[in-house]
């Protein structure tokens, strides 16, 4: 369970390889690679939002999936069966923590043991 990643290639600033030497013209650092470093040192590590996996439906329900039960008739007998439901239903959208996170990409150990 948890969040995933960035799926981004090179969206931190510590992610792919670096040369020893120094120089960054051979590492392939550019401006782009150095504005996005300058912005990490003013970035925070906590997530205050997620997207919920909740869905309203019709009546204004919440939950993660809803079932119709129908009656199928079947050799003279009636049986009960469930439909899940997937049209009409509207998603909870962004949703605010209790408790702020640690984001999974963020780069920096913060205790060591």
Same mark, same amino acid.
């Given at each position: 369970?948890?969040?995933?990643? @960035? =799926?981004? =290639?090179?969206?931190?600033?510590?992610?792919g390889?670096? @040369?020893?030497?120094? *120089?960054?013209? =051979?590492d392939?650092?550019?401006?782009? @690679?150095?504005?996005?470093?300058? @912005?990490?040192?003013?970035?925070?590590?906590?997530?205050?939002?997620?997207?919920?996996?909740?869905?309203? *439906?019709?009546?204004?329900?919440?939950?993660?999936?809803?079932?119709e039960?129908?009656v199928? &008739? #079947?050799?003279g007998? #009636?049986?009960?069966?469930? #439909?899940?439901i997937q =049209?009409?239903?509207i998603?909870?959208? &962004?949703?605010?923590l209790?408790?702020?996170?640690?984001?999974v *990409?963020f780069?920096?150990v913060?205790?060591?043991?």
């Open positions: 369970m948890g969040g995933s990643g @960035s =799926k981004t =290639k090179g969206y931190w600033p510590f992610a390889s670096g @040369s020893v030497d120094g *120089d960054p013209t =051979k392939g650092v550019d401006e782009q @690679s150095l504005a996005r470093l300058r @912005s990490f040192q003013r970035a925070t590590p906590f997530v205050f939002t997620r997207q919920s996996s909740l869905y309203f *439906d019709e009546d204004g329900d919440l939950a993660h999936e809803f079932y039960e129908t199928v &008739t #079947k050799n007998r #009636k049986r009960a069966k469930l #439909k899940k =049209k009409n239903l998603p909870q959208g &962004t949703i605010k209790e408790h702020p996170c640690i984001h *990409d780069p920096v913060l205790c060591e043991v």
